[in-house]
């Protein structure tokens, strides 16, 4: 009878295991039919070809003025009082390659904005005259046409005021413009290069200006994963990186500041880099306007080719995208007792873009976003070196 008890429980047991395993295996299979589900869909929304498609992104109402919704980079703008030539690229292209506007005669535009090195120089700080260190990381040259303002700070407002500040500036080049202007001069084959670019064989530093920075605006990416994803190709995004583009909209809320096809705002933002009070201390913007609220704000860099940039932010603090994200995900916390310094005898703070909070990312959700900035890249174009002119 015991015998007989013993056996009908371990049946009753059994019946109830599997049917609970069941139960279990069919909410799994629900999981995972729903998951499969919901990003089918999303798959087909954000492949369409038309942005108007996708899920709305979420944004803070402080974004909502300079928001524009991601996609491709539109035609290059070219200034009307600095229209494209080839002529003239030519030759900015030959000018950002010769050392022979720097003082020393050893450094080019491009020893720091190198195009084997996605346009910088892959290092922390950049050395300049004499191996002297700079203060702040070199930025990627690529797609600064559609930039507003120029630097970290933003301290140029064009491509054209910019070029004749490194060729001054005692830590990179450390010459003159005028200097310059001479030994360019003084170039035989360059003459030809003007003339063709110009008109005549004139050389100015302003022609300089403008042939520099008319190459530079022909840097620019060209179709990246990104691009050929959302323009139809629905199978060359994986999972993680559909999901990462995803989260860059919605839950990360990343496009509140890089957005449009720059994936720049062309804002200047406080994230809690500037090490206020601390060793490192960079006012940022403050440098450029005064103005208290400036404090520690930077320049929202665009993100395209960010695979290829680093090390990043201003002071090239970070050596890894995982990095970055991790220190979003965590509300970019800063150190309570700093976040103030005392400059010139005036008090200021580092406040903060309320844009910035703990997101609390999964690791795999880091891993998404991660694998989504990298389709942001495109294939490096072979750069031929111009023939510096004798
Ligand atoms: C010694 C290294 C060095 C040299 C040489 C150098 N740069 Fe830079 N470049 C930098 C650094 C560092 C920054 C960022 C500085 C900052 O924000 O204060 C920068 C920023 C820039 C930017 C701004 C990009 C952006 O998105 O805002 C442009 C454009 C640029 N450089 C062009 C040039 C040109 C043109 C030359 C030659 C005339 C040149 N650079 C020479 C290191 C260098
Ligand atoms: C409030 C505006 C804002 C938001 C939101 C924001 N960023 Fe940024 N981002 C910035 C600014 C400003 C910098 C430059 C800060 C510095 O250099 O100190 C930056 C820098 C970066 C860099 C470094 C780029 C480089 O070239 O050095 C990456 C990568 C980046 N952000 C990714 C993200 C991701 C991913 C998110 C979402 C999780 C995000 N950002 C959200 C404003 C923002």
């Given at each position: 009878m015991a015998m007989k008890n013993a056996i009908s429980w371990t049946l009753v047991l059994f019946l109830l295991i599997s049917v609970l395993n069941n139960c279990l295996n069919n909410s799994v299979k629900k999981e995972v039919r729903e998951h499969t589900v919901f990003m089918d869909n999303l798959r087909k929304l954000y492949s369409s070809g038309d942005p108007s498609k996708w899920p709305k992104p979420i944004l803070d109402p402080e974004s909502v003025p300079t928001f524009a919704e991601i996609g491709h980079l539109p035609e290059t703008p070219?200034?009307?009082?600095?229209?494209?030539?080839?002529?003239?690229?030519?030759?900015?292209k030959t000018l950002f390659f010769d050392p022979r506007l720097s003082?020393?005669?050893?450094?080019?535009?491009?020893?720091?904005?190198d195009p084997e090195l996605g346009w910088c120089d892959s290092r922390t700080l950049s050395f300049g005259h004499d191996r002297q260190l700079g203060v702040r990381n070199a930025m990627s040259i690529i797609n600064t046409a559609y930039a507003k303002n120029l630097f970290w700070d933003g301290r140029a407002g064009s491509l054209e005021v910019q070029s004749k500040m490194p060729i001054e500036d005692q830590r990179e080049m450390n010459g003159h413009m005028d200097l310059a202007a001479g030994k360019i001069a003084a170039v035989k084959g360059y003459q030809i290069l003007f003339e063709k670019a110009f008109g005549d064989k004139t050389v100015t530093k302003e022609r300089i200006a403008k042939a520099i920075a008319t190459f530079e605006r022909t840097v620019k990416s060209s179709a990246s994963k990104f691009d050929q994803f959302i323009d139809g190709k629905a199978d060359v995004y994986s999972d993680d990186e559909?999901?990462?583009?995803?989260?860059?909209?919605?839950k990360a809320q990343c496009i509140n500041c890089h957005n449009s096809g720059y994936f720049s705002n062309n804002t200047f933002?406080?994230?809690?880099?500037?090490?206020?009070?601390?060793?490192?201390e960079d006012l940022g913007r403050y440098l450029v306007t005064k103005n208290a609220d400036d404090a520690g704000r930077f320049r929202v860099p665009g993100l395209r080719e960010v695979s290829r940039t680093g090390p990043y932010l201003h002071n090239g603090s970070m050596t890894t995208l995982q990095e970055v994200i991790q220190f979003y995900s965590k509300g970019n916390p800063e150190y309570s007792q700093k976040r103030a310094t005392v400059h010139e005898g005036i008090l200021l703070k580092s406040e903060k873009s309320g844009m910035v909070r703990m997101l609390e990312l999964s690791d795999r959700e880091v891993a998404q976003l991660e694998a989504f900035l990298k389709t942001l890249s495109s294939k490096p174009e072979k750069v031929t070196l111009p023939e510096l002119p004798k």
């Amino acid at each position: 009878m015991a015998m007989k008890n013993a056996i009908s429980w371990t049946l009753v047991l059994f019946l109830l295991i599997s049917v609970l395993n069941n139960c279990l295996n069919n909410s799994v299979k629900k999981e995972v039919r729903e998951h499969t589900v919901f990003m089918d869909n999303l798959r087909k929304l954000y492949s369409s070809g038309d942005p108007s498609k996708w899920p709305k992104p979420i944004l803070d109402p402080e974004s909502v003025p300079t928001f524009a919704e991601i996609g491709h980079l539109p035609e290059t703008p070219f200034p009307s009082d600095n229209p494209y030539s080839a002529e003239k690229e030519l030759l900015g292209k030959t000018l950002f390659f010769d050392p022979r506007l720097s003082r020393s005669e050893q450094i080019a535009c491009a020893s720091c904005h190198d195009p084997e090195l996605g346009w910088c120089d892959s290092r922390t700080l950049s050395f300049g005259h004499d191996r002297q260190l700079g203060v702040r990381n070199a930025m990627s040259i690529i797609n600064t046409a559609y930039a507003k303002n120029l630097f970290w700070d933003g301290r140029a407002g064009s491509l054209e005021v910019q070029s004749k500040m490194p060729i001054e500036d005692q830590r990179e080049m450390n010459g003159h413009m005028d200097l310059a202007a001479g030994k360019i001069a003084a170039v035989k084959g360059y003459q030809i290069l003007f003339e063709k670019a110009f008109g005549d064989k004139t050389v100015t530093k302003e022609r300089i200006a403008k042939a520099i920075a008319t190459f530079e605006r022909t840097v620019k990416s060209s179709a990246s994963k990104f691009d050929q994803f959302i323009d139809g190709k629905a199978d060359v995004y994986s999972d993680d990186e559909l999901m990462g583009l995803h989260l860059f909209r919605t839950k990360a809320q990343c496009i509140n500041c890089h957005n449009s096809g720059y994936f720049s705002n062309n804002t200047f933002e406080n994230i809690g880099t500037a090490l206020l009070g601390e060793k490192g201390e960079d006012l940022g913007r403050y440098l450029v306007t005064k103005n208290a609220d400036d404090a520690g704000r930077f320049r929202v860099p665009g993100l395209r080719e960010v695979s290829r940039t680093g090390p990043y932010l201003h002071n090239g603090s970070m050596t890894t995208l995982q990095e970055v994200i991790q220190f979003y995900s965590k509300g970019n916390p800063e150190y309570s007792q700093k976040r103030a310094t005392v400059h010139e005898g005036i008090l200021l703070k580092s406040e903060k873009s309320g844009m910035v909070r703990m997101l609390e990312l999964s690791d795999r959700e880091v891993a998404q976003l991660e694998a989504f900035l990298k389709t942001l890249s495109s294939k490096p174009e072979k750069v031929t070196l111009p023939e510096l002119p004798k």
